[in-house]
């Protein structure tokens, strides 16, 4: 997310946001996703199976054992229709994937036959995986429910949730109002998220392989590839929104320590495309960052510089939260591995070799405080 250093200005675009599937209420969330397996027609097992009772619990299931997954037929995209059930055939195998690879933790590294799936990112695991308990209620905490679910229980429940509720509250922002709500206004996660069931659980089957000293070779895809596959896990620096507001406000940041730069550059190939190519096309138009330089007024420096500012706060609340779900737990996982002992292979042994690392592969907090700072280095001095 380099800066610009043309010395022409680019022209204003005036971006429709349904151009790029954003909506004006929902912003980057799916408005009303599907919530029915109808597409495996070929495996009895899961065609027309429900997943609106609560969300479908995928690993730990039979969909998620070897044994089932080695049976299902390959499946063909071409029989999908339409954007929504494309983002319900993502989902629905993505969980299956995570839950096979990591329900058995570090003992297994099986190769895994799968779908040629060119389907759509893995950030539906929150933007298109929720469902209105009262079709006609509010979009809030308690008429909410994931369509399908992971180990973690509530507090799997509470992070999806949270982390959607949190895209829903930086709408206002994709519209230039400032996005200090985001931090703000929406349920805290500290009261739905169990810090030791989020470090524990939930965050190892969110982990990918790429950059995981866990699969440090990556993932054979057989059929696919002959060769091991890497990619990386879910990560809020997949979220649109972020990149959205660096590139409208001009923020660049560095290739230093932890090459954060590139790796955020890294985390767009995971964004669905029509979001990337609405990110792209921010960086294309002249930003409030060169109007409020060419201007010379104070007001609108002082105005631009809140917006910064809001969004450097909003990072500095980001590591707060990892270092209570994070750090915090680790700590407390490490004087407790003894009496874990006894909960399971995803519970033992998957955080020692995740302990540092975001779910996404980053050296999370090296590369947490650098954005940050680099956010706050964005602000138009006098």
């Given at each position: 997310?380099?800066?610009?250093?043309?010395?022409?200005?680019?022209?204003?675009?005036?971006?429709?946001?349904?151009?790029?599937?954003?909506?004006?209420?929902?912003?980057?969330?799916?408005?009303?996703?599907?919530?029915?397996?109808?597409l495996f027609e070929g495996s009895?097992?899961?065609?027309?199976?429900?997943?609106?009772?609560?969300?479908?619990?995928?690993?730990?299931?039979?969909?998620?054992?070897?044994?089932?997954?080695?049976?299902?037929?390959?499946?063909?995209?071409?029989?999908?229709?339409?954007?929504?059930?494309?983002?319900?055939?993502?989902?629905?195998?993505?969980?299956?994937?995570?839950?096979?690879?990591?329900?058995e933790g570090e003992e297994a590294n099986p190769p895994f036959l799968w779908l040629q799936q060119e389907l759509l990112p893995p950030s539906y695991f929150v933007l298109a995986n929720w469902r209105r308990k009262d079709p006609n209620g509010p979009l809030e905490m308690e008429n909410l429910d994931p369509i399908i679910a992971l180990p973690g229980g509530e507090s799997l429940r509470g992070f999806i949730l949270v982390?959607?509720?949190?895209?829903?509250?930086?709408?206002?922002?994709?519209?230039?109002?400032?996005?200090?709500?985001?931090?703000?206004?929406?349920?805290?996660?500290?009261?739905?998220?169990?810090?030791?069931v989020f470090y524990s659980v939930i965050r190892i089957f969110l982990s990918g392989w790429k950059d995981n000293p866990a699969m440090a070779h990556g993932l054979i895809y057989e059929g696919v590839s002959p060769e091991a596959l890497a990619f990386s896990g879910g990560s809020a620096a997949q979220s649109t929104v972020l990149h959205a507001f660096d590139e409208l406000l001009g923020i660049c940041h560095r290739q230093d320590s932890e090459h954060a730069a590139a790796f955020l550059h890294?985390?767009?190939?995971?964004?669905?495309?029509?979001?990337?190519?609405?990110?792209?096309?921010?960086?294309?138009?002249?930003?409030?960052?060169?109007?409020?330089?060419?201007?010379?007024?104070?007001?609108?420096?002082?105005?631009?510089?809140?917006?910064?500012?809001?969004?450097?706060?909003?990072?500095?609340?980001?590591?707060?939260?990892?270092?209570?779900?994070?750090?915090?737990?680790?700590?407390?996982?490490?004087?407790?591995?003894?009496?874990?002992?006894?909960?399971?292979?995803?519970v033992r042994k998957a955080p020692s070799a995740l302990e540092d690392k975001g779910t996404g592969g980053s050296h999370i907090f090296s590369f947490l405080k650098s954005i940050r700072d680099t956010t706050r280095e964005g602000m138009i001095r006098a």
């Open positions: 997310m380099e800066g610009s250093v043309d010395t022409e200005e680019p022209p204003l675009l005036p971006l429709a946001l349904s151009s790029f599937h954003i909506s004006e209420e929902f912003g980057f969330l799916l408005p009303d996703p599907l919530v029915g397996v109808f009895p097992q899961l065609a027309g199976q429900p997943l609106h009772h609560r969300g479908l619990g995928i690993a730990g299931s039979a969909p998620c054992s070897q044994g089932f997954s080695w049976q299902m037929p390959q499946l063909s995209p071409q029989q999908l229709r339409g954007r929504e059930e494309l983002h319900l055939a993502h989902l629905v195998l993505s969980f299956i994937t995570m839950g096979y690879v990591w329900q982390t959607l509720l949190v895209e829903k509250a930086a709408v206002p922002g994709i519209k230039l109002v400032p996005v200090h709500a985001a931090a703000h206004d929406t349920p805290c996660c500290s009261y739905y998220v169990d810090p030791e890294r985390m767009r190939e995971y964004m669905p495309p029509a979001h990337r190519t609405f990110v792209e096309q921010i960086r294309g138009a002249v930003s409030p960052r060169h109007l409020m330089l060419s201007s010379g007024n104070p007001r609108l420096r002082a105005a631009f510089n809140r917006c910064v500012s809001a969004l450097a706060e909003l990072r500095s609340y980001h590591i707060t939260i990892v270092t209570k779900y994070i750090a915090v737990a680790a700590a407390k996982a490490k004087a407790r591995r003894a009496e874990l002992s006894e909960a399971g292979p995803a």
